[in-house]
C-alpha cells in the first residue's frame, strides 16, 4: 500500500512538472516569436539599423537564437563574435565575488588598502573649462569596494561621463576602454587614484570607472592579471570558447561590424575611428595589452548566455561552481539603499528589477541585468528561469527602445 502510494505521489510531481514546463513553453508560442521576428524586420526595413542577434533560454533550453541583417560584406550570424563593451563589467563583479569568498578582503574595506594611490581621496570644487584646471577639497571618506561595485564611489567616466570628469581624464590619458594605443591597466588605475572625485563616496549613484579599478583589484589580490585570471578562473571553467580580450587571429574573420548614425541624417554606417575620441573599435584586435573590466571583452551570445545560466543556477553550471548561491543572492538585491535610481535598484554589478519598476513592461520583478555600449541589453529572470539577450553592435542607436519593446513582447501575456 505504501509502495502504491509513493509511486501516486511520484506520479503527481512528474505531471506537475511536466505541466511547468509546458506552461514554461507557452510564454513563447510561436505566435509570439513571430512578433519578436516582426519587430527586428520592422527596424532593419526602416532603416534604424543594420542587423541584430537575440537570444533566450528558459531552464537552460534555448527557446530564441536568430540573427536578421547584413554585417559588412556578410550577414549578421548567430555566432558572431560580439563587442560587449560593458556586459563585461557582470564578468568583473563576478571575478570580485570569487576573490571576496577567498577570504582577499571585504566589501566595506577602502580600496586604499589594496591600491594606495585611492587613500585621501580629494573632491573636484572648482574647474576651469579653458585649461581643465581644478580645485579639490578633502573628501568625507574612503572609497569602499561596496562603493566601487555599486557605481556610488564617485568616480566619473571618460568620454561618456560629464564634461568636467571627461576633460580631467582625457588630461591624464585615462580611457573608457576602447583603446587605440599601448596601455597597462595597472598605469591608468594608479593616475586614476590621483584624480579627483564628483562627490563623497556612498552620496549618489554615478556610472564609472569603478569597474575598471575593481579588475586592477581582481590582479592584486589574485596575483594574476585580468585576461589571466577570466581565463583560468572563469571562461575555461564554464567552457566559454569565445570570450576574449584580445581576439586570436583564426577568430578574427567573426568579429562583427559596428555601425554609427550620420549626426546630421542619423543614416546609419559603418564605423569609422574618430566617432568618439581617443577611442577605436579595432580594441578587440590592436594588441593594446589593456584589460578594461569595465568595457574590454568580446564574446558570442551563447557564450554570455553560459555566463548568465550560471548566475541563474546560482553559481554554477554543469558540475562547475564558480559562486556560492549567498555570493549571487548578495550581488543579486539591494545594495543603494535609498539612493535614487530611477524605479529600480542597483546590487552589487547590476540593475535590479523593483516592484514599482516591473509595472512599466512587465518584466518580473527581481529580474537583473545590464547592457552595453554598442546597443546590447541582457537579464536574468529567476522567477521564470529565463536569460534574454539582444545585440545591436551599433552606437548611437536613436531608436533606443527596441530592448523595451523586445522586453514588452516576451511578458506580453506571461503569467
Known amino acids: ?40 524586420k520592422q527596424y532593419l526595413d526602416s532603416g534604424w539599423i543594420k542587423g541584430i542577434t537575440a537570444n533566450i533560454s528558459i531552464e537552460g533550453k534555448t527557446v530564441y537564437n536568430k540573427a536578421f541583417g547584413n554585417q559588412v560584406g556578410r550577414p549578421f550570424k548567430t555566432d558572431d563574435i560580439l563587442r560587449i563593451a560593458s556586459q563585461t563589467k557582470a564578468i568583473t563583479s563576478v571575478a570580485v565575488m570569487m576573490l571576496l569568498e577567498e577570504g582577499k578582503f571585504s566589501l566595506d574595506d577602502p580600496i586604499s588598502n589594496y591600491l594606495p594611490t585611492f587613500k585621501n581621496p580629494t573632491i573636484l570644487d572648482k574647474f576651469n573649462p579653458k585649461d581643465s584646471t581644478y580645485t579639490t577639497r578633502p573628501a568625507k571618506g574612503e572609497i569602499t569596494i561596496r562603493e566601487l561595485l555599486t557605481h556610488t564611489s564617485g568616480l566619473g567616466y571618460a568620454q561618456i561621463g560629464s564634461p568636467e570628469m571627461q576633460a580631467i581624464y582625457a588630461k591624464a590619458d585615462i580611457s573608457a576602454g576602447f583603446v587605440n594605443h599601448k596601455k597597462n591597466l595597472k598605469t591608468d588605475i594608479d593616475k586614476l587614484g590621483k584624480l579627483p572625485l564628483s562627490f563623497d563616496p556612498g552620496q549618489k549613484w554615478q556610472y564609472s570607472l569603478g569597474m575598471d579599478v575593481l579588475g586592477r583589484l581582481v590582479e592584486v589580490t589574485s596575483g594574476l592579471n585580468l585576461d589571466q585570471f577570466f581565463k583560468q578562473r572563469i571562461f575555461i571553467s564554464l567552457g566559454m570558447n569565445d570570450t576574449y580580450f584580445a581576439l586570436p587571429k583564426n577568430k578574427q574573420s567573426r568579429l562583427s561590424s559596428v555601425y554609427t548614425e550620420d549626426s546630421k541624417t542619423k543614416e546609419v554606417k559603418p564605423w569609422k575611428d574618430g566617432a568618439v575620441n581617443g577611442s577605436t573599435i579595432n580594441y578587440p584586435i590592436n594588441e593594446n595589452g589593456y584589460f578594461a573590466g569595465g568595457a574590454g571583452l568580446v564574446s558570442t551570445s551563447k557564450d554570455y548566455g553560459i555566463f548568465l545560466q550560471m548566475l541563474l543556477n546560482g553559481g554554477e553550471y554543469k558540475g562547475k561552481r564558480i559562486l556560492s548561491k549567498n555570493s549571487v543572492a548578495l550581488m543579486t538585491k539591494n545594495q543603494i539603499g535609498n539612493i535614487p535610481f530611477g524605479d529600480n535598484y542597483f546590487g552589487l554589478g547590476f540593475e535590479i528589477v523593483s516592484d514599482k519598476g516591473s509595472k512599466k513592461l512587465g518584466q518580473t520583478a527581481g529580474s537583473y541585468g545590464w547592457g552595453g555600449f554598442f546597443g546590447s541589453t541582457y537579464w536574468v529572470d529567476p522567477k521564470k528561469k529565463m536569460t534574454a539577450q539582444i545585440y545591436v553592435q551599433q552606437s548611437p542607436l536613436s531608436h533606443g527602445q527596441l530592448p523595451n519593446q523586445f522586453k514588452a513582447l516576451i511578458y506580453q501575456d506571461a503569467k
Open 1 to 40: 500500500m505504501k509502495k502504491l502510494f509513493s509511486l501516486s505521489v511520484l506520479f503527481v510531481l512528474l505531471t506537475f512538472n511536466a505541466l511547468q514546463a509546458q506552461t514554461n513553453g507557452n510564454q513563447f508560442s510561436k505566435e509570439k516569436l513571430n512578433k519578436i521576428d516582426q519587430l527586428f
